[in-house]
């Protein structure tokens, strides 16, 4: 046995990866330090920065603050510790040694602890054990009797309880009888009672309900001593009498009392019915768990582990479709209400004539209904008390129905709870496993008004006897309350005064083991005298009936209608029926039935069925040679037996299913002994075997039929699952052991010497688990082979041909079954072999041959039927896959486990050839019908198999990859079980061992196997098996995960052994490559679009999509990163090689990848590094580069996210998580720098492009298309963190498990990285010897730099640093000659790392960027290269990074100073100078930043700060390109698009400015003149100054975006943002410099895109014509004064505000921000627009003015800006108007009424790369009084005009004009106005022309009056008909008012004038103006 079994808890069925094991692997990880996870000490934080805000506000004019102070600030700060031996030469072996022994040292053995199991539905592999056979019980009730007290006590009452079903008219319990009665009432019974038995004393029960529902009564029954009067009189003092008044009836009562004292003496042990109640159970049950439900529930289900709802799902309901539950039914469970305690007080009394059940059932349905009968009748008033709760798990003194202790039973002497025998209301399918024989006697009614004589008061005396004597009465009648355990007679309850009585008691018998003929019940009718008289006997006898227990040797029980004779029967009656006329007897009424009684049998001996019952008869006459047999009316003699036996074997077919179940265990046991000892018939031994076997498929399948319900998720049926492994075992093979006798189901067939135990064999999990063997080895004899002496002839016959083995002649049966005995067996082929693997061990171990040779084991012919059995079998899955698929799914499931278990017994070569001949019919198939089902069917099976626990042995780890001489099932066991893992690998070509090759395939033959299916189904050409790559990765991932838990290979060694047979995976997953999830898509870098989306009114869904402030797309990014394609060095992109056919395909899912990836990582972790050194100097460089694009993958999809735990619950922590994996704050940072130093190459961009991305977006555009597919949540990582959320059923996680995730998120990202590294240093010491090792370390340098570009704990980073640097030092030239853009990524990620928070990252890092400056020094005496990009780094750095801490970069500035300090060797040369220089500049930097940190609050600040630092690098190109770009990034975080635009397109003039300086190419554009159409502002970027460098200087223009893809990028990007702002003009202007550059790329594909984005953009405009839909933004004047505002006293700005900002927000917001900056009352708005006196305001105050602007354009400029569009774009004039007077105030009469216009012109013009900009100048226009008259005159003309015009017309708008034009109440009116300014002509010419221009004002106002009225007419209804003829009536009053004013015209202008011209100049110059610059 141990050989098979020693580990079967290693196989990957038995050993999941659960995750309290998981818990158990991870304990003792240390915590990984991660930045992302460091929250800076917030209040300190805090404040500081609000000190910083209250310092003075001024910033230096130039961008930089002055040297001295920040070099001062530099000096004083402290250096990290450094590094030891940093600047010491080593030679590169030993560092790299040194290194190695760092990095191996405390790594954590078992990766997969670190990965959390997939979450797999149940792993097929996986067999649950089935149940223990046990007793069915359904849902259970304890029901407990406190107590009972009625009005008066006068005499003892007797109470029973049981279930009734009024439904199914069913009394589904027996009865519990109870006695609540005082010791002083029960003394009265005293003579009648023998001392009570404490079983009898019971007053709780326990109650099994196996179908609750909601028609099931709780009824209780009381019953009293007879008495004389009928059950009315005796209940009437019950009714009269009250407790109260006790006192007052005394005398009454203590008579009442005395006559109960005489019936107890005389009638003491008869009983009369008295009363009765009913309790609907279920309301109880209802309403107890509805008061606190929620929290009782919780209690009691944690209490009783849900013991019932299980039970109940076991294999207690039939097949649903019989139960015809209702839905109602469902809802009805028992098991967690709250315990009740109900008090009953009404009692119905007994109706004499009404006692049947027939009559309760009546009563108890009339119960229900609202306006029962039973309400109107008097009630018997009582006090019952009960307590109804949930039966215990294990209630302590608890008695079975036959009175058996039920363990734990402590003390004999304690009051026992019964449990009570349920009778259920429907079938109930469990085996037998108790011994119980119960027989329920059950009188129902007597009819003797046919027989003469005196019989009123009527009992029977029911007596069991086993002869005729009455001495032969059997104690065996179970008595009821407070009295003897067994009596030998009962006697019924008597119903007074009635000749037919109806009786309702329950006689429960103990039936004797064996019956025999004389067996019978007798009946004896007296009748009782009530009334004491002289000479009358109590007792009189009327009349005998009875029952013979057995008829043909069967159990006689049911109805019978019996009649009774008048004297006691004759002789030898007890075997007749009293049916039988007997000879000379008197019977009443003519020998007619009249007496009913009915008899119920619950036996575990009879099975009360014929066929059953036959079969049974004739196997126990085989047994014991006993013929002939009688079998019912028939003798079968020896001769017809055969015959007989046969028939009754096929015809168990129609027995009914309950008792097949109910004897399952028996049954199939009796089939297998006449299997395997044929019976000898008249000297023949009878071959039953087929008929055997036809009858078990049978059975099987009508098990499975009918009962569904408990089935495991193999479609194993429970109840034969648990036969086999518990009950099943081979018959003993010896023929002398005791054979059973058909009453034994206690001590089981024969077999193993009757023992009684349970053998647990079969599946424990997966796998036989120990027999409980030795045991009932003793038993067997020595040697069986050796049969005993024989005893018979028939005996002696059978030794010779000696008994068959039982799997033997199975797998014989089987193979030759044909037709529907074949079908039946497939349908089950799982029982069958089951049963089959169980008897082949049993024959092992019984024959000792478990540790004898594989190869002898078994015969030929058996392993022929096997192979053909597995042949036919495998035909089938294949033939009919399709039809039937479930049949199909079972039998391979079922085939697989058992050549699963047959490798643990049988030779394995052999076992390997089934395997063989299955994969052999199944692969033909797939290759002519590519078909997913059948390849699924295929992965299940060897999923299946690989389960096993000696897999590994299996597939000979240790063997060399030698040919075998012939193919691999001739690798014997013999080889495999000697296999240690000992032998060393040889240099042989070393490829076979990492590809499928064939001696790979034939020497690890199971491996092979699984690593063939997953690169058949990996294909990409294989477009079906789409669907299952979860599947087969998670067959890769489980084995894995199973040998990685393992003791066995706990040793390195042996797991390096192991991971050999995987080898091939690494090839498998660089093929697959390209179709794996992109984690670097959805890798933060990219963060998520967060912010307000779509916030820019008016834009479109498609635009705003992922895009709302993600500055830098990844499409531009890639486009921009682009430069490697045009560069020389690129290296070969191992990815174009097919990935263009490959993509087409779906992806993996990223949970797949991620797998996948893991069990990659195994491998390399795992696997001997010699060896895989030597397979990388085989590879190809394009496959090492796919190799490195694969670890490249694995950095990102093991990324660390970081997870920040609170300490308040709740949403929070639960929002977080949900957000963990996207750091927000980092977004932009990381998204700007990716897209800057394009650590993203154009390698990518080819992937993504080749994979057809780019082209799939749904608008046909390139731009923004990744962006629908990059937020497919599904594909990021967060949905599996919050799927897990789901899983929890919580929303939130505990603190300590968030912890632990992070803990293990932590350790699995760590050491994912650390295994990445291995494989970096192994492919970096192959490469060095290649000839190609550019190319190859470039990759291994871009997966470096990958790696710390993503989160990792501190302890990665000190050692891929390490690492960096020896590569560094190994191959300078790589970094600083061809990988150029790596270089500068490499410098802003140490960066990025000098100003971490964790020391040792700054220590190490400010290390290497030491090193590589020095490097770089040492190489070329120059190191600008590395000068100019650290100092862009850090400006994009320091530009982009929310969480900067400047302090922690100048710690590391300082260490890098120390170290050039102390670096003796190079003390000499200019070095140290140089390095001091680059510091400095480099805290230069840092400096601005740190004022840039100050204004973080205040964003026109910000801005305005970066605009003055890009203007400071206007001589660097690349970094002002960095500066624009974070001005873009922040504009867009703001969702000022439109500002972020500009800033792109500045950015995109700069760069066209350098390209046309480099090159002169036609279509590119010609430096920034080309975009003076997109905004006049961009020729600022013109680089025509002397100083400007020339483009081609080292170090100068390097970067990616100075190419013309990254033009082509930018401006992308700025069409894009132009579309979010809703300014579509704009989007044509920057396509125009597009189209040119795609048309000369001949790009067809990126013309149709931008020609589709172009319709778009002009489709809006056509929509959008009026301008209202988008609404560009507001203007407002903001001046400052006061000196607490620093630079920004007197300072006069325009502000561009969102669309439609009102005066009262920007003024709200401005007088906060600043309040709260400078304290509140520091702060005061302005609130006029009038010029401001700075020597009347408070010095100490800061006063803000804000005014309201207006676009404004002169006449002529109106001719051009026609569109809304033209009159919101381009602005640089914006005017504002102030009304006064004179004499000062603001406003006055008309005639004194002046205004003032103000002009503002702005620096630049709106919108640029700021959202305020500066006034330039201002003047001032005053206008006098009849000039404001004209104006408002005009206004009022026009407002008729639109109103009368408009288009649909609408009347409210123009009556309300109307009104203010001609109504009679206007102030003010145009009347008014006429009267003042026309009344006269005025004096001074000057005047004339106004006058006149007033005039025609008004000529046209009553025009246009005339006809707006003309057009309300039109509009109104009848109902306005009034209003119009009032509004007429005005208008001609006006008319007539207004008539002489115009008509009277200023003669003088009329003249005719000779000098025109002079005139109009001085008109001209006669208007006030007044300027002011």
Same mark, same amino acid.
Request: charged residues 25%; negative net charge; glycine residues 4%.
């Given at each position: ?299 009691? =289900? ?285 019977? !009443? ?6 007496? /009913? ?175 409980? =063997? ?62 089959? !693997? ?103 099976? =060897? ?125 498998? !997953? ?147 998580? /949900? ?316 969702? /000022? ?437």
């Amino acid at each position: 046995m141990a050989c098979s079994f020693r580990y079967h808890k290693l196989g990957t069925g038995f050993n999941p990866n659960t995750l309290d094991k998981q818990k158990e692997r991870q304990k003792g990880l240390p915590k990984q330090v991660f930045e992302a996870d460091e929250m800076p000490d917030s209040s300190s934080y805090q404040d500081d920065q609000d000190d910083l805000k209250r310092r003075s506000m001024s910033i230096d004019d130039t961008p930089r603050g002055s040297w001295a102070c920040s070099i001062f600030d530099l000096k004083n700060s402290l250096p990290d510790a450094l590094l030891p031996h940093l600047l010491d030469r080593a030679p590169n072996e030993e560092i790299d040694r040194h290194n190695e022994d760092q990095r191996k040292a405390n790594r954590h053995r078992e990766l997969f602890a670190l990965h959390p199991a997939l979450d797999e539905e149940e792993p097929v592999e996986r067999h649950c054990v089935p149940e223990v056979p046990k007793e069915h019980f359904g849902q259970r009730l304890l029901v407990k009797c406190l107590s009972l007290k009625f009005e008066i006590e006068i005499e003892p009452i007797f109470a029973s309880l049981a279930l009734y079903d009024v439904k199914e008219k069913k009394k589904i319990s027996e009865n519990f009888f109870f006695d609540l009665n005082s010791e002083q009432t029960k003394a009265m019974l005293r003579p009648h009672i023998q001392t009570a038995a404490i079983s009898t004393l019971a007053r709780s029960a326990i109650f099994s309900i196996t179908y609750p529902s909601q028609d099931v009564f709780l009824v209780i029954k009381l019953e009293k001593v007879l008495q004389q009067g009928d059950i009315g009189e005796c209940a009437e003092p019950y009714m009269v009498f009250k407790e109260s008044d006790a006192a007052k009836n005394k005398e009454k009562l203590e008579k009442l009392r005395g006559q109960s004292e005489q019936f107890c003496q005389r009638l003491g042990r008869y009983r009369m019915p008295f009363a009765w109640t009913a309790i609907h159970l279920m309301n109880i049950v209802n309403s107890a768990g509805s008061l606190e439900r929620d929290t009782e529930l919780e209690m009691s =289900l944690s209490e009783r582990k849900g013991s019932w709802s299980e039970r109940r799902n076991s294999s207690i309901m039939g097949r649903r479709s019989l139960e015809r539950t209702t839905s109602g039914d469902e809802s009805c469970s028992l098991t967690g209400f709250r315990p009740a305690t109900l008090t009953i007080t009404n009692f119905f009394k007994q109706e004499g004539d009404r006692l049947s059940d027939e009559d309760l059932y009546k009563f108890l349905a009339d119960m229900r209904r609202p306006s029962s009968v039973l309400r109107r009748l008097r009630p018997i008033t009582a006090q019952l008390k009960l307590d109804i709760s949930p039966a215990p798990e294990n209630p302590h003194y608890c008695l079975t129905p036959d009175l058996l202790q039920v363990k734990p039973y402590p003390d004999s002497r304690v009051r026992p709870t019964r449990e009570i025998l349920e009778f259920p209301a429907r079938d109930v399918y469990v085996p037998n496993t108790i011994y119980r024989n119960l027989l329920y006697v059950n009188p129902q009614s007597l009819n003797f008004a046919n027989r003469q004589g005196s019989a009123r008061n009527i009992t029977v005396k029911v007596q069991f006897m086993n002869g005729e004597d009455p001495s032969n009465a059997m104690p065996v009648i179970f008595g009821k309350s407070s009295c003897a355990d067994f009596y030998k007679e009962a006697y019924t309850a008597v119903v007074y005064h009635n000749r037919s009585p109806d009786f309702h008691d329950e006689i429960k018998i103990k039936l004797p083991a064996s019956l025999s003929d004389h067996h019978h019940i007798l009946f004896t009718f007296y009748h009782v005298s009530c009334q004491q008289k002289q000479n009358t006997p109590l007792e009189t006898p009327v009349g005998y009936t009875w029952i013979p227990m057995l008829q043909n040797g069967r159990l006689r029980t049911g109805h019978f209608c019996l009649p009774v004779s008048l004297e006691k029967p004759p002789q030898s009656y007890s075997v007749l029926s009293p049916d039988v006329p007997l000879p000379g007897m008197k019977w !009443v009424d003519n020998h007619r039935g009249v007496f /009913n009684v009915e008899v119920v049998a619950v036996s575990t001996i009879h099975t009360q069925d014929q066929y059953l019952d036959k079969f049974f008869a004739l196997v126990h006459a085989l047994d014991e040679h006993m013929f002939p047999v009688r079998i019912g009316d028939m003798r079968i003699m020896e001769n017809n037996l055969e015959t007989e036996l046969k028939s009754s074997i096929a015809a168990l077919n129609s027995s009914q299913l309950e008792p097949i179940v109910r004897f399952l265990h028996l049954l199939l046991d009796k089939l297998v002994l006449l299997v395997v000892r044929p019976p000898v018939i008249a000297g023949q031994i009878v071959n039953l075997g087929q008929a055997c076997f036809e009858v078990m498929a049978s059975i099987v399948n009508r098990l499975h039929k009918y009962l569904d319900t408990n089935q495991d998720m193999h479609g194993r049926n429970s109840l034969l699952s648990s036969y086999i492994h518990y009950v099943f075992r081979l018959p003993s093979t010896d023929p002398n052991s005791p054979s059973p006798d058909t009453n034994s189901s206690l001590t089981g067939p024969g077999g193993l010497g009757g023992s009684v135990h349970y053998a647990t064999m079969a599946r424990s999990a997966v796998r036989p688990a120990s027999l409980n =063997l030795n045991r009932s080895r003793s038993l067997s004899n020595s040697n069986p082979d050796i049969s005993g002496t024989p005893t018979s002839p028939d005996d002696e016959v059978r030794s010779i041909i000696g008994s068959k083995l039982f799997h033997e002649e199975l797998a014989l049966q089987w193979v030759v079954s044909s037709g529907s005995v074949r079908e039946g067996a497939l349908q089950q082929a799982w029982f069958f072999f089951e049963l089959m !693997v169980k008897s082949i061990i049993h024959h092992l171990y019984f024959t000792d041959r478990l540790e004898s040779p594989r190869k002898n084991r078994f015969p030929e012919r058996f392993m022929d039927d096997i192979t053909a059995l597995v042949s036919t079998i495998a035909g089938d899955i294949v033939s009919r896959f399709q039809k039937d698929l479930e049949l199909v799914e079972r039998l391979n499931m079922s085939l697989a486990f058992f050549l699963n278990d047959l490798l643990s017994v049988m030779d394995r070569g052999f076992v390997f050839s089934l395997i063989r001949a299955y994969w052999k019919q199944v692969s033909t198939k797939l290759y002519a019908l590519q078909n997913p089902t059948l390849e699924s069917l295929r992965l299940d099976f =060897l999923r299946i198999v690989c389960s096993h626990e000696h897999y590994v042995t299996l597939n000979l780890p240790c063997s060399l990859l030698t040919p075998p001489a012939s193919p691999s099932p001739s690798v014997s066991s013999a080889t495999s079980q000697s296999s240690g893992f000992s032998t060393h690998v040889q240099d042989q070509k070393i490829a076979n061992m990492f590809e499928l090759s064939v001696p790979f395939r034939e020497q690890h033959y199971l491996a092979g196997l699984v690593l063939s299916e997953l690169s058949v189904i990996l294909d990409p050409d294989n477009e079906g098996m789409f669907g299952l790559h979860k599947k087969v990765v998670s067959v890769v991932h489980n084995l894995l995960s199973s040998h990685d838990s393992d003791p066995r290979y706990a040793d390195p060694e042996v797991k390096a052994r192991v991971a050999m047979l995987y080898l091939p995976l690494i090839s498998i !997953v660089m093929e697959a490559l390209p179709q794996l999830h992109d984690f670097t898509e959805s890798h933060n870098q990219w963060g998520r679009p967060g912010g307000p989306q779509g916030a820019a009114v008016g834009t479109s869904g498609e635009e705003t999509e992922g895009e709302g402030n993600s500055m830098i797309s990844q499409t531009v990014a890639m486009a921009i990163a682009g430069t490697s394609t045009a560069s020389p060095m690129s290296r070969p992109s191992s990815f174009l090689l097919n990935s263009q056919a490959s993509r087409q395909h779906g992806s993996f899912s990223a949970e797949s990848s991620r797998s996948l990836l893991i069990c990659l990582l195994w491998v390399l972790k795992n696997a001997d590094e010699l060896v895989l050194q030597k397979w990388f100097t085989d590879l190809s460089v394009s496959q090492l580069n796919r190799l490195l694009d694969l670890l490249y993958l694995c950095v990102s999809c093991f990324e660390y996210k970081a997870h920040v735990v609170f300490t308040m619950q709740g949403k929070k922590a639960f929002e977080r998580m /949900n957000s963990l994996t996207f750091k927000k704050s980092k977004d932009m940072k990381a998204k700007l720098e990716e897209a800057i130093l394009g650590s993203i190459g154009a390698r990518q961009e080819m992937v993504r492009r080749s994979r057809g991305q780019l082209e799939r977006s749904p608008s046909g555009s390139a731009f923004g298309s990744q962006e629908n597919l990059r937020w497919r949540k599904d594909m990021t990582h967060w949905r599996q963190n919050s799927e897990k959320m789901d899983k929890s059923h919580r929303s939130v996680r505990t603190r300590a498990e968030l912890e632990h995730e992070a803990l293990i998120d932590g350790n699995l990202a760590t050491e994912a990285n650390l295994i990445i590294l291995d494989t970096l240093e192994i492919i970096v010491q192959t490469a060095s010897v290649t000839e190609s090792k550019e190319s190859i370390l470039g990759g291994v340098l871009k997966v470096l730099l990958h790696s710390m570009a993503c989160n990792q704990s501190a302890l990665y980073l000190q050692h891929c640093f390490a690492t960096q640097r020896a590569l560094v030092s190994k191959f300078p030239e790589l970094l600083f000659e061809e990988e150029t853009e790596q270089c500068a990524d490499l410098c802003l990620r140490l960066l990025r790392s000098c100003s971490s928070s964790i020391s040792t990252i700054r220590s190490h890092a400010s290390a290497s960027l030491y090193l590589l400056m020095r490097q770089n020094f040492e190489i070329g005496n120059n190191f600008a290269r590395v000068k100019m990009q650290v100092t862009m780094s850090l400006s994009s750095l320091v530009g982009t990074s929310q969480n900067f801490n400047e302090e922690f970069l100048r710690r590391s500035l300082k260490t890098i100073l120390t170290y050039a300090e102390e670096d003796l060797e190079l003390r000499e040369t200019t070095f140290p100078d140089q390095v001091q220089d680059l510091v400095f500049n480099l805290h230069m930097i840092l400096s601005d930043t740190v004022k840039m940190k100050e204004h973080q609050e205040d964003p026109e600040m910000l801005i305005d700060l970066m605009y003055r630092i890009a203007k400071g690098y206007q001589t660097s190109p690349d970094l002002r390109l960095t500066w624009l770009q974070n001005m873009a990034g922040k504009h867009s975080e703001r969702n /000022n698009h439109a500002e972020a635009a500009q800033c792109l397109v500045h950015s995109a003039a700069l760069v066209a400015e350098y390209l046309s300086m480099l090159e002169d190419r036609k279509y590119l554009p010609v430096g920034c003149v080309t975009f003076q159409n997109i905004s006049s502002n961009v020729l600022e970027e013109s680089a025509v100054s002397d100083d400007v460098v020339s483009p081609d200087e080292e170090g100068i223009c390097s970067g990616k975006y100075f190419t013309e893809i990254g033009l082509v990028g930018l401006l992308e990007q700025a069409a894009a943002s132009f579309s979010m702002a809703g300014m579509y003009e704009a989007v044509n202007e920057v396509y125009k410099v597009l189209i040119p550059i795609h048309e000369a790329n001949r790009d067809a594909k990126k013309l149709a895109t931008i020609h589709g984005k172009l319709q778009e953009a002009f489709g809006k405009i056509v929509h959008q014509s009026t301008g209202w839909e988008r609404m560009f933004g507001t203007y407002f004047r903001v001046g400052f004064y006061g000196t607490k505002f620093g630079d920004l006293d007197e300072q006069e700005f325009v502000y561009k505000e969102p669309a439609i900002t009102k005066l009262a927000e920007i003024s709200h917001r401005l007088e906060g921000f600043y309040g709260e900056r400078f304290g509140e009352d520091q702060v005061e708005v302005i609130k006029d627009s009038n010029p401001v006196d700075k020597c009347k305001l408070d010095p100490n105050k800061a006063f803000i003015q804000i005014t309201y602007v207006e676009p404004y354009f002169d006449t002529y400029e109106m001719k051009d800006r026609i569109t809304y569009f033209d009159k919101n774009y381009n602005l640089r004039r914006f005017v504002y108007c102030t009304p006064f007077t004179l004499d000062g105030r603001a406003h006055g009469d008309l005639h004194e009424q002046f205004k003032r216009k103000t002009i503002l012109t702005t620096s630049h013009a709106f919108p640029y790369i700021k959202t305020r900009i500066n006034i330039i100048h201002k003047e001032e226009i005053i206008s006098t009084p009849i000039e404001v008259a004209i104006e408002d005159m005009q206004k009022k003309t026009q407002e008729l005009a639109f109103a009368t015009h408009q288009d649909p017309a609408d009347a409210k708008m123009l009556q309300m004009v109307l009104q203010g034009s001609v109504g009679t109440t206007v102030n003010q009116g145009p009347l008014e106005v006429a009267q003042v300014f026309l009344s006269e002509i005025p004096s001074d010419p000057k005047l004339y022309r106004h006058h006149n221009k007033l005039r025609l004002c008004f000529k046209d106002f009553t025009k246009r009056c005339e006809d707006a009225l003309r057009k309300n007419k039109s509009l109104i209804g009848p109902d306005q008909k009034e209003y119009q003829r009032e509004l007429e009536r005005n208008y001609h009053r006006l008319k007539e008012a207004l008539q002489p004013l115009i008509n009277r015209k200023i003669p003088q202008l009329y003249k005719p004038v000779l000098q025109v011209n002079s005139h109009r100049d001085s008109f001209s110059r006669m208007s006030l103006r007044k300027l002011d610059i």
